[in-house]
Every structure is written in structure tokens, then in C-alpha cells.
């Protein structure tokens, strides 16, 4: 039922910052917990971040905190991910991804998935 339209990726320097959007298309987007994953070429998909329906918590891989940070926007049905201080390391395809249980830290289980966008960091 839930739909999501990604955007903000791009090629970036090593160093710089990306700002990724995700809308949903329902109306039932503040009752979601939502997250960011991404998948490098010939790599498992990883994740990212989640935050629950309120934007109250969050969760981060370790390999991001501190340089990435998500958050919402419930009256614009839309998620966000600021990523600053960005490496090659972190080039992938972005996804965005939607689910209505409960926000719990360490689950990382999704029900619906954007299309995802390329995010690409030269050195």
C-alpha cells in the first residue's frame, strides 16, 4: 500500500555532503517506522538507519554514526538521510524502506522498498 519516491543522489568528493529524500505516496505515513539501507556492487544489501513512526529513535550502523543522520517529516510524508563527511566507501545504491511494526533497535525488517538511488563518492 505504501509507495516511495527516492531522490538526492549524485556524485560527490570524498569529504562533501548528500542530502537523500524519500516520499511516501498514503496517508498512513506517520504510523510507519522507516530506514535507509544500500547495496555495493557485488555486495549484501546493508543497513543503515531507522527511525521510528514519532521520530523519536533512532538506529545507525556503526560504520555510519556520526556522519549520517536521519530523520521525518510526518506532515510531508517524507524521510530523510544527511550524510556528511562522505568516503568512496560509502557509494552504493541507496533504498528507502517503510514497515508498520514497532520500532525496536537492531530489527531490521522492511515491508515496502523505494527504487533506489545511486550515490557515488570520488576520491
Known amino acids: 500500500q505504501v509507495q516511495l519516491v527516492e531522490s538526492g543522489g549524485g556524485l560527490v568528493q570524498a569529504g562533501g555532503s548528500l542530502r537523500l529524500s524519500c516520499v511516501a505516496s498514503?496517508?498512513?505515513?506517520?504510523?510507519?517506522?522507516m530506514g535507509w539501507f544500500r547495496q555495493a556492487p557485488g555486495k549484501e544489501r546493508e543497513f543503515v538507519g531507522g527511525i521510528s513512526w514519532s521520530g523519536s529513535r533512532t538506529d545507525y550502523a556503526d560504520s555510519v554514526k556520526g556522519r549520517f543522520t536521519i530523520s521525518r517529516d510526518n506532515a510531508e510524508s517524507t524521510v530523510y538521510l544527511q550524510m556528511n563527511d562522505l568516503k568512496p566507501e560509502d557509494t552504493a545504491v541507496y533504498y528507502c524502506a517503510a514497515a508498520s511494526g514497532l520500532f525496536s533497535p537492531g530489527r531490521h525488517d522492511y515491508d515496502y522498498w523505494g527504487q533506489g538511488t545511486q550515490v557515488t563518492v570520488s576520491s
Open positions: 498514503g496517508p498512513t505515513f506517520s504510523r510507519y517506522r
